[in-house]
Structures are given as C-alpha cells and as structure tokens.
C-alpha cells in the first residue's frame, strides 16, 4: 500500500504497478457498545465504518462473474456485524477487526477504514492495511518454499506486522 501521507492513503497498486480497482461501502451504520465509558457500554450509540477495499476487477467485468470480484453486499453485512459485535475500548479495535473482515477475502490486496462516532469532537480514526501474504504475494512465498524443499505454507501464517 503506498500512502501519499500519513492519514491519507494514496492509490494501492499492483505487483506491476498498475493502480487497483477500488469497492468503496460509505455509510455502513450500526448500534455498538463500544468506548471506555460506562455510558457507552450500557446505552451503546451508532458507529459508521467508510472502507475501501482495494482489488482488480478486470477479470470480474470481462466475465460478468461475481465468484471473480467482492461481494459488497456480503461485505456489508460483515462490517455492520463488527460494528454491533463485541464491545471493545478503543475505536481503533474496531477498525483493525473491519481490516481484518475484509482482508479476509482473498481477492483484496489493501483497504482504507475510517470509523466514525456519533458525538462531536471525536477523532476520525483510518486504518490502513495491505494483503500481502495473499494473492501474488502469496504464491510467490509458496513457490520459493517449494523450490526450497520446505512445506508450501512457511511463513504464511505469521501475524502481518504493519510499519
């Protein structure tokens, strides 16, 4: 993921440089129990999550195949389900839990996440992450493995580490 500056992410691209294509779900609302007061918790308050998820859908519109792109409604559904999910302190969870549910499917390379709460006077928090041990990235990890004489999938079960 290359990001133009901090908090505002630029343009994902592939392994040959080409810009990704981008899914972009604005607006994605639901009641969560999250924050470090006990308010919060108790009475919960509406969440909205902005994420774009970076992929390459050229595939996809030559086919007409959904099998070959993001199933945006699905996507939808998963992200209204972290927002009302388990409560956490921090918004910030909450991003990186949506991070993680969309880089979950396989077809995304990087996505942008911002979280919004209803109160004014507070933080607008973006998360961005790649996918690099899935797609190119990660056959190219399980062809060096093989070449190697090592199992297949070494090394891609490791947690990513972000910079």
Do not use: C, W
């Not at 592939?14 to 994605?28: E, T």
């Not at 109160?119 to 493995?145: C, E, F, R, W, Y």
């Amino acid at each position: 993921m290359n990001a133009a500056s901090a908090g505002h992410p630029g343009p994902a691209l592939d392994s040959a440089g080409r810009q990704l294509d981008q899914v972009r779900l604005v607006g994605i609302s639901a009641i969560g129990h999250h924050g470090v007061f006990e308010h919060e918790r108790r009475e919960g308050q509406t969440f909205r999550a902005d994420v774009v998820a970076h992929l390459d859908t050229r595939r996809a519109a030559a086919t007409d195949d959904l099998a070959h792109t993001l199933h945006y409604g699905v996507l939808a559904e998963q992200i209204a389900g972290v927002l009302s999910g388990e409560p956490v302190d921090l918004i910030e969870t909450v991003a990186e839990r949506i991070a993680a549910t969309v880089l979950a499917h396989t077809q995304v390379v990087a996505v942008d996440v911002a979280v919004h709460k209803p109160q004014p006077d507070t933080a607008l928090i973006l998360v961005v992450q790649d996918n690099l041990a899935k797609g190119a990235s990660g056959q190219a990890v399980q062809n060096m493995n093989l070449m190697f004489g090592m199992p297949e999938t070494t090394g891609l079960g490791a947690p990513a580490l972000l910079p």
